[in-house]
Structure formats: structure tokens, C-alpha cells
């Protein structure tokens, strides 16, 4: 007697489809998370593929990895297009939403490409396609093929996209520093920015550096970026006395470098981290939007 296959809503099958997924998760959040830069939106997406992994006709898919991972980064593709129309009304300057590395410093990745700050702002300046085809290779060492049956392109497109991509990082970013002396110029800039002392803050930024506060309208934080060391030095030290009372400061990893959480009361009101070369640190970023923050 013939016992029939079990279908797509079939309890067996889906807890079998469910351990699939649960085994690509990490890989798909991390694909999705350096698309859109937001771990919240990120989660979204994930959960939005795995309801329709769930509904789908699993029988006709061969390679459940690769099938959920094309439908992770169109799904991406098209968020990226609709966030950036968001992005455009943002109150004041936008940041990437902080994502905690310190359990899996890569997110599923082979490498941890695409993950610090400072690559994740460069990438919003390229287009979805361009974004995704560049996380797929750099991040995730997807072969050209495969990332061409993704995104739909052939595959000599799909080099041009990642070459144009790499370059544009490579030009415009400058060779950063170690892991550990990144750590020492954040605990050296949080000093010096609780003490407003003008001449340590000069010393440790590169001339041409840029202060970014994230508030989204939500939190009083500066409207603009405010660039160039006395500048930024200035800005710091006006606020010293009233920002940094009664703030206590903890140690984590996101996004694959140290940032300093600050909290008062017992409350995590922004997470503060550098971006760093030779010449000092050129980045300042203070992430202050109450709704971006929950994750770490």
C-alpha cells in the first residue's frame, strides 16, 4: 500500500522545515541585517521568509539554503528601495542600527565584511543591487554564479557590480586600525569627552573627523554632522557638563568593534563608538534613537 508524502502542513514536515530554517537563520539575519542596517527591520525580514518557507511547496525546492537565501536578499532589495525613501524625511543624520557581535562577531558570515559602521554607511551610497551583490561575495563568499541566479543578472554583470562596490569602499575608506587600538582610542575619547579637555580630544582626532548624533526627532541630539577636530572638540566639551553627569559606562562588542554603552539610571540611553586610521579617529558616532538601541 502506497503511504503518501507529507505535505507542506503536515506536522512532520514542519518541524523538518523548521530545523532547515533554523539552521540557515543566522546566515539569513546577517544577509539581511548588511542590506538594511537594522537589526529590527532585519528580524522582520527573516520572519517574513520563514512564513513563506512555511506556505511554500518545499518538495520542489532542491537546496533549501540557497532557496531561502535568494528569497531573503529579493525580499532585502526591495526593502533597501523603501528604506531609502524613508531615510529621506529622517530627523537629523541616520546611523545603522547597533547589532551585539559578541556571541557570533561575524552574523552568519563567512567574513565579517559589511558589518563595522563605517562600511555599512559607505554601502548606502550604492544601489540595492550593487549593496546585495557586494555583501553575497564579501561577506558570504557566494561564487559569481550563484549570486547571478539571485539577483537575476549575469554573471560578467555581477563582477562588474562587486568590483565597482569593492572599489568605492576601498577609495573612500581609510585603512582602519586594530580591533584593540580602536578599543584604546574609544576609552581614550570617553575620558577625555567627560572631562572636556579640548587638547586630549584634538590630540586622538584625525583633522578631518565627523561627529555624528542619531536622535530620529526622538531624543534631543545635534540636527547636523559637525566635522573638523577643533570643531568636534568644541562641540564635545560644550556639553560635557550636562551629557555626562551621572552616566555610568559599560563595554560591549557591535558590530564587530567596541562601543561604549552609557546609561543613567540603570537605563542604556546611547551607544557611542569610533571608526579609526593612523591618523586618528575619524568617525565619532553617538546613537541616541531610543528605538534603534533595544537591541543591545
Do not use: C
Request: proline share 5%; hydrophobic share 45%; glycine share 6%.
Amino acid at each position: 500500500m502506497a503511504v503518501a508524502d507529507p505535505g507542506p502542513g503536515d506536522p512532520e514536515d514542519l518541524q523538518q522545515a523548521a530545523a532547515v530554517f533554523a539552521g540557515v537563520r543566522p546566515r539569513l539575519f546577517g544577509i539581511a541585517y548588511r542590506m538594511l542596517a537594522s537589526a529590527t527591520e532585519a528580524e522582520d525580514l527573516v520572519q517574513d521568509v520563514w512564513l513563506r518557507w512555511q506556505a511554500y511547496d518545499r518538495a520542489t525546492v532542491n537546496d533549501p539554503a540557497a532557496f531561502l537565501a535568494t528569497t531573503t536578499t529579493r525580499l532585502a532589495i526591495n526593502a533597501t528601495q523603501s528604506a531609502r525613501v524613508r531615510r529621506e524625511t529622517y530627523i537629523g543624520p541616520w546611523l545603522p542600527e547597533p547589532v551585539d557581535t559578541g556571541a557570533d562577531p561575524y552574523l552568519g558570515a563567512e567574513r565579517g565584511e559589511a558589518l563595522e559602521f563605517a562600511v555599512l554607511l559607505l554601502l548606502e551610497r550604492l544601489s540595492p543591487t550593487e549593496r546585495a551583490a557586494y555583501v553575497l561575495r564579501e561577506a558570504f563568499d557566494y561564487p559569481y554564479r550563484q549570486i547571478a541566479d539571485i539577483i537575476e543578472l549575469n554573471e560578467p554583470a555581477v563582477r562588474q557590480l562587486v568590483s565597482r562596490a569593492r572599489k568605492r569602499v576601498l577609495v573612500e575608506r581609510r585603512t582602519p586600525v586594530t580591533r584593540t587600538e580602536q578599543r584604546r582610542l574609544l576609552i581614550a575619547f570617553v575620558a577625555a569627552a567627560r572631562s572636556g579637555d579640548m587638547t586630549a580630544l584634538e590630540e586622538l582626532f584625525a583633522a578631518d573627523v565627523i561627529s555624528y548624533s542619531d536622535g530620529g526627532g526622538a531624543v534631543r541630539a545635534s540636527r547636523f554632522p559637525v566635522v573638523g577636530a577643533p570643531r568636534v572638540a568644541k562641540y564635545v566639551r560644550a556639553f560635557a557638563s550636562r551629557f555626562w553627569a551621572g552616566v555610568d559606562v559599560a563595554w560591549a562588542s557591535t558590530n564587530g568593534q567596541t562601543s561604549a554603552l552609557l546609561s543613567r539610571d540603570g537605563q542604556v540611553f546611547t551607544v557611542l563608538t569610533v571608526s579609526a586610521s593612523d591618523q586618528g579617529i575619524d568617525q565619532v558616532l553617538w546613537m541616541m534613537n531610543p528605538a534603534k538601541i533595544t537591541a543591545v
